[in-house]
């Protein structure tokens, strides 16, 4: 009576074998690691780096135990933190000879000490957060008049090139303060000037003034449109600052906003301060200026010009390839008016190219600059911590409006994408620092894991105690569900690469504590039944077909509420809420089918069963 189909204890046996193989990875810890990334914009990692620094590792007589290439990235695995240093320093010496011109991060970190059978079959521990791995913390500053500054001139740019547009005769347009002042010679200008940037800048509010015999026209941005750009800003930073660090290979980055104009940036798992330091400032401007062509077919001009020695107005660049290039000192356009890059194919040669999209402004400008160099080469260059590289060099072959420009030519399709990632990474919107750095060590991480796992170990102690305890041999069976349980809730964790905190191992331990109501409710029906007077297979029968309903509900209602955790909670009641959830969903399958299945295999090949241990049941007399 009480017997599974194959296909259910199938289904079961694959649930639990999936648990253990996928909880595995956890129990094998971290081992210290060094990680090389890219700090230049075109310089990758690839297999050829890694074997670079396997190499001075040789040379200087250190062994790596495991080399993984992923994200930009490559991490090399020691067996201890003294022989962790001391390749960090074998590899810096060999990658970076010139530390002025690094073109590598080299940084402490920690990787998972996983067999790497594990690995093959993606079995990776979960990551954890800063309080349980370590890592640093900091908490940056937004420049919100630094945003407006910078938009205010931006707008200033605009403006004059209206008025030119507009053939609407000024004596200057400049900003000064928080406003922008446009000086005319006589009203009739003035008060075209003023409906004309009413159409064309409805953010600006706009006053005239007399100095004498000058007239002013002064625009400061609206209350409302301060708001916009304000938080525009924190936004683009969160943007920028994810997509450098992302592309730096850093483990598992928390970057959010807090408050009105703070970020919060935390980086589990990095040891070195200085290098998170070095990530953050690491934030690019994007710069589209022209090439001198004359000047940088001129060997002679070219050999003075790398010896530091430039035309005036010009400054020396080597685009890919290795070839020496002169680009003007004048920027044409810079990263504040691209909105967006896309890898691409060109519609007529089907070559890899890379598609960008400009703002209006930045629109007009390129179609007018596009219209004067046909021919010439364009710069498109990425300015990181005060020094360029050029990213790509290609002809203007037409002119170029509608603010879509393509750039193509000698790339294949994987330099298409990290062109278009590079430029889509933009500059900052407004200026940061750091106003609060803190620095949490390995070592009180594994003290707060420690802490985390005896109190969900001797929760679920106490449980089996109790369980076995009032319940006897279904009590045990409730405990192997509830352990399945928890192993089933770890391995998907790890599987989604969910990210563990000290609230997640909160969540766990409350997860169990609810996991084993579903079986009380089991077994409380079962002696019901019993005490009723029906068989002890129909008793077991019925009192996990009147219970589903009951464990249903309850499990539904608590589930509605770590959604809305979920949903609206952000941070540490995120992570609580999502074990939570993870918790509610394995704990309806451990307490109802794993355990029926345990059940099954214990009682249900008996066909005269007398009785079930379940604890004192009263029965009826006679």
């Not at 998972?112 to 979960?126: D, Q, Y």
């Not at 609407?168 to 009203?187: K, L, N, P, T, W």
């Not at 430039?310 to 680009?327: D, F, K, N």
């Not at 890059?341 to 890379?354: I, K």
């Given at each position: 009576m009480n017997r599974y189909p194959l296909w259910k204890n199938v289904v079961v046996v694959l649930a639990l074998a999936f648990g253990f193989l996928y909880t595995l990875p956890n129990f094998f810890g971290e081992a210290p690691a060094v990680q090389i990334a890219?700090?230049?914009?075109?310089?990758?990692?690839?297999?050829?780096?890694?074997?670079?620094?396997?190499e001075a590792l040789a040379a200087a007589g250190i062994r790596a135990t495991g080399v993984y290439i992923e994200n930009n990235s490559i991490r090399l695995r020691f067996s201890d933190t003294e022989t962790q240093i001391r390749?960090?320093?074998?590899?810096?010496?060999?990658?970076?000879?010139?530390?002025?011109?690094?073109?590598?991060?080299?940084?402490?970190?920690?990787v998972s000490n996983s067999p790497n059978w594990l690995t093959a079959i993606h079995a990776l521990p979960m990551y954890l957060g800063l309080d349980l791995r370590g890592g640093v913390h900091f908490l940056l500053q937004v420049d919100m008049k630094g945003a407006l500054t910078k938009r205010l001139d931006a707008t200033a740019a605009d403006l004059r090139t209206l008025l030119r547009d507009k053939s609407i005769r000024h004596a200057g347009v400049e900003r000064s303060g928080q406003s922008i002042v446009i000086r005319f010679r006589d009203q009739t200008q003035l008060d075209k000037a003023r409906v004309a940037i009413s159409d064309a800048q409805p953010d600006l509010d706009l006053a005239p003034l007399s100095e004498g015999d000058?007239?002013?026209?002064?625009?400061?941005?609206?209350?409302?449109?301060?708001?916009?750009?304000?938080?525009?800003?924190?936004?683009?930073?969160?943007?920028?600052l994810s997509n450098r660090i992302n592309e730096l290979g850093v483990a598992e980055p928390v970057?959010?906003?807090?408050?009105a104009d703070r970020i919060v940036v935390q980086l589990p798992g990095v040891q070195d301060t200085a290098k998170a330091k070095d990530i953050l400032g690491r934030t690019a401007t994007l710069e589209i200026r022209m090439v001198d062509d004359v000047a940088s077919a001129d060997p002679t001009v070219l050999a003075a010009a790398a010896a530091g020695n430039p035309p005036p107005g010009t400054e020396y660049y080597v685009e890919r390839g290795g070839r020496g290039l002169?680009?003007?000192?004048?920027?044409?356009?810079?990263?504040?008016?691209?909105?967006?890059?896309?890898?691409?194919?060109?519609?007529?040669?089907?070559?890899?190219?890379?598609?960008?999209?400009?703002?209006?402004?930045g629109a007009r400008i390129f179609k007018d600059v596009t219209r004067e160099n046909v021919g010439k080469r364009m710069a498109i260059l990425l300015i990181e911590k005060g020094k360029g590289e050029v990213v790509t060099a290609p002809v203007i072959r037409t002119e170029i409006g509608g603010g879509r420009v393509q750039i193509s030519g000698r790339m294949t399709t994987q330099e298409a994408n990290d062109i278009a990632l590079l430029l889509r990474a933009g500059s900052l919107a407004a200026p940061m620092e750091i106003v609060e750095e803190r620095t949490i060590g390995p070592s009180l991480g594994a003290d707060n894991i420690e802490k985390g796992m005896k109190a969900t170990l001797w929760g679920f102690v106490a449980l089996a105690i109790f369980m076995i305890a009032y319940y006897e041999v279904m009590g045990l069976i409730s405990v192997l569900?509830?352990?399945?349980?928890?192993?089933?809730?770890?391995?998907?964790?790890?599987l989604l690469q969910a990210t563990m905190t000290l609230p997640g191992i909160a969540a766990v331990a409350l997860t169990l504590g609810m996991a084993i109501d579903a079986n009380v409710l089991i077994n409380e029906r079962i002696r019901e039944e019993l005490r009723n007077g029906a068989t002890p297979h129909i008793a077991i029968a019925t009192g996990y077909e009147r219970a589903w309903g009951t464990i249903l509900d309850s499990n539904i209602t608590t589930l509605i509420a770590?959604?809305?955790?979920?949903?609206?909670?952000?941070?540490?009641?995120?992570?609580?809420?999502?074990?939570?959830?993870l918790g509610i969903l394995t704990s309806i399958f451990s307490s109802v089918v794993v355990s029926r299945a345990l059940v099954n295999a214990y009682y249900g090949r008996r066909k005269?069963?007398?009785r079930i241990s379940i604890g004192q049941v009263w029965k009826p007399k006679g």
């Amino acid at each position: 009576m009480n017997r599974y189909p194959l296909w259910k204890n199938v289904v079961v046996v694959l649930a639990l074998a999936f648990g253990f193989l996928y909880t595995l990875p956890n129990f094998f810890g971290e081992a210290p690691a060094v990680q090389i990334a890219s700090i230049k914009a075109t310089v990758k990692t690839d297999a050829e780096l890694a074997k670079r620094a396997q190499e001075a590792l040789a040379a200087a007589g250190i062994r790596a135990t495991g080399v993984y290439i992923e994200n930009n990235s490559i991490r090399l695995r020691f067996s201890d933190t003294e022989t962790q240093i001391r390749a960090r320093d074998a590899i810096e010496r060999a990658i970076n000879p010139d530390p002025q011109e690094a073109a590598y991060s080299v940084a402490l970190n920690l990787v998972s000490n996983s067999p790497n059978w594990l690995t093959a079959i993606h079995a990776l521990p979960m990551y954890l957060g800063l309080d349980l791995r370590g890592g640093v913390h900091f908490l940056l500053q937004v420049d919100m008049k630094g945003a407006l500054t910078k938009r205010l001139d931006a707008t200033a740019a605009d403006l004059r090139t209206l008025l030119r547009d507009k053939s609407i005769r000024h004596a200057g347009v400049e900003r000064s303060g928080q406003s922008i002042v446009i000086r005319f010679r006589d009203q009739t200008q003035l008060d075209k000037a003023r409906v004309a940037i009413s159409d064309a800048q409805p953010d600006l509010d706009l006053a005239p003034l007399s100095e004498g015999d000058v007239l002013k026209l002064v625009a400061t941005l609206k209350p409302a449109a301060q708001k916009r750009i304000q938080e525009a800003a924190i936004k683009q930073n969160i943007t920028t600052l994810s997509n450098r660090i992302n592309e730096l290979g850093v483990a598992e980055p928390v970057i959010q906003q807090q408050g009105a104009d703070r970020i919060v940036v935390q980086l589990p798992g990095v040891q070195d301060t200085a290098k998170a330091k070095d990530i953050l400032g690491r934030t690019a401007t994007l710069e589209i200026r022209m090439v001198d062509d004359v000047a940088s077919a001129d060997p002679t001009v070219l050999a003075a010009a790398a010896a530091g020695n430039p035309p005036p107005g010009t400054e020396y660049y080597v685009e890919r390839g290795g070839r020496g290039l002169l680009v003007k000192k004048q920027v044409v356009l810079t990263g504040e008016r691209l909105t967006d890059a896309q890898a691409g194919f060109d519609s007529q040669t089907h070559e890899p190219a890379v598609h960008l999209t400009l703002d209006a402004a930045g629109a007009r400008i390129f179609k007018d600059v596009t219209r004067e160099n046909v021919g010439k080469r364009m710069a498109i260059l990425l300015i990181e911590k005060g020094k360029g590289e050029v990213v790509t060099a290609p002809v203007i072959r037409t002119e170029i409006g509608g603010g879509r420009v393509q750039i193509s030519g000698r790339m294949t399709t994987q330099e298409a994408n990290d062109i278009a990632l590079l430029l889509r990474a933009g500059s900052l919107a407004a200026p940061m620092e750091i106003v609060e750095e803190r620095t949490i060590g390995p070592s009180l991480g594994a003290d707060n894991i420690e802490k985390g796992m005896k109190a969900t170990l001797w929760g679920f102690v106490a449980l089996a105690i109790f369980m076995i305890a009032y319940y006897e041999v279904m009590g045990l069976i409730s405990v192997l569900a509830l352990a399945s349980n928890l192993l089933l809730l770890v391995a998907i964790l790890s599987l989604l690469q969910a990210t563990m905190t000290l609230p997640g191992i909160a969540a766990v331990a409350l997860t169990l504590g609810m996991a084993i109501d579903a079986n009380v409710l089991i077994n409380e029906r079962i002696r019901e039944e019993l005490r009723n007077g029906a068989t002890p297979h129909i008793a077991i029968a019925t009192g996990y077909e009147r219970a589903w309903g009951t464990i249903l509900d309850s499990n539904i209602t608590t589930l509605i509420a770590g959604v809305a955790l979920l949903i609206f909670g952000s941070g540490p009641v995120r992570g609580f809420a999502v074990v939570h959830s993870l918790g509610i969903l394995t704990s309806i399958f451990s307490s109802v089918v794993v355990s029926r299945a345990l059940v099954n295999a214990y009682y249900g090949r008996r066909k005269k069963l007398e009785r079930i241990s379940i604890g004192q049941v009263w029965k009826p007399k006679g």
